[in-house]
Every structure is written in C-alpha cells, then in structure tokens.
C-alpha cells in the first residue's frame, strides 16, 4: 500500500466525512446528568481502556448492579478493584497514564454509555468499606474523574444483533479460555 493512501492531518480526514449534526455535537457533557446517572444504575457490565507503557488495554469488568461500580457524583465514578488474575494490568497502566475510556452496556438496551476521564487508585478505608463485596472489601478502588459522557447510538449494537440470539454460539463451538491462552 502506498503512503499516498494514508491520511495523517485531521483535513484530509474532515474532507472524507460529512460534518457532525447538532445532536452529535450537542450530546457530549463534561459529567453524568441524572439521567445518565439513572442509566448507570442499571447497568451489569463496562469495558475499561487504559494505556501504559506496554501500550493500550481493555478490561471487561462486570456485576450485579450497583455492585461493579458506583456513581458517587455526577463528576465521579468508584470502580472497586476486585480480585482477579493478579496481572494488575490496568492498575499499573494508571500509574504510567490516567487518561481512561469506559463503555458501559445493558444487556437488552440498544444504547452505550461512553465515558472519557482522569483515574486514580485509592485506598481511602471508607471508600474501600462502602465498595465491600460480601464484606470483602476490594483492595483499591479506581476514582474515575469525569472529563466526558454522553450516548452512543444503537447502530453498533443493533448491527451486531449483540442482544438476539442470531450470532449466539454454544460454548462447544468457539475455542475456549484455555485455547486461546495457549494454556490448556
């Protein structure tokens, strides 16, 4: 492929795409309205983005409910570290570079919640207590800072038929865990 092909200037990029409408331009706010607020409320599952020295990173994190993260505020957002396979990926990346995305999802909701922010990892007593599980507090909490939220539209997800059973696959049919890690 020639380098001719390639688009390095946010110009050449602008003149292959229609600009934004209002509502696109409109929709990103710099914290959680109560209506995002009460859309989070519900919500089981998010992915977290992070980037260290190693690179970029996306860690699935997930719960019931108002158990895999809380909304402290309308600027921030408490995700408690659970224990997990030790690696501390992201937490090592915060350490190297705040600078997080989170997409959060429902399942059966055609919307995405995106968030962009500012993380840093606490071990405040009251904060770890208030984010026990099964009074198992976690052994750090990452404080999100929000700097950006807003929706994502359905298209996405509707496309991907990610909440029908069209593309659903018995566990017997994909490689498992251990397969793909080159472990089992």
Same mark, same amino acid.
């Given at each position: ?11 050449? $990029? ?12 409109? /929709? ?33 994190? @997930?719960?019931?409910?108002? /158990? ?15 224990? @997990? +396979? +030790? ?5 090592? +990346? ?10 959060? $999802? ?12 500012? !993380? ?6 009251? $904060?770890? !207590? ?14 999100? /800072? ?6 994502? +539209? !359905? ?13 659903? /696959? ?15």
């Amino acid at each position: 492929m020639s380098n001719s092909h390639i688009i390095d200037s946010p110009e050449a $990029l602008s003149r292959l795409y229609r600009a934004p409408g209002t509502t696109s331009r409109l /929709k990103v706010h710099g914290f959680l309205s109560e209506e995002m607020q009460r859309w989070l409320a519900h919500s089981p599952f998010f992915i977290l983005a992070s980037h260290g020295e190693d690179g970029l990173d996306c860690s699935p994190r @997930g719960d019931e409910p108002g /158990k895999a993260f809380r909304v402290l505020d309308a600027w921030t957002i408490a995700i408690p570290d659970r224990r @997990g +396979n +030790n690696r501390l990926d992201t937490l090592h +990346n915060l350490l190297v570079d705040p600078r997080v995305g989170l997409v959060f $999802l429902i399942p059966g909701i055609e919307q995405a919640l995106r968030i962009r922010g500012s !993380a840093s990892i606490s071990v405040d007593p009251d $904060l770890l !207590a208030d984010c026990a599980l099964d009074g198992e507090p976690p052994a750090t909490v990452i404080l999100v /800072k929000v700097v950006a939220a807003y929706v994502q +539209n !359905a298209r996405a997800i509707r496309s991907a038929h990610l909440w029908t059973d069209d593309y659903r /696959k018995a566990c017997q049919d994909v490689p498992g865990a251990s397969e793909l890690s080159g472990t089992g």
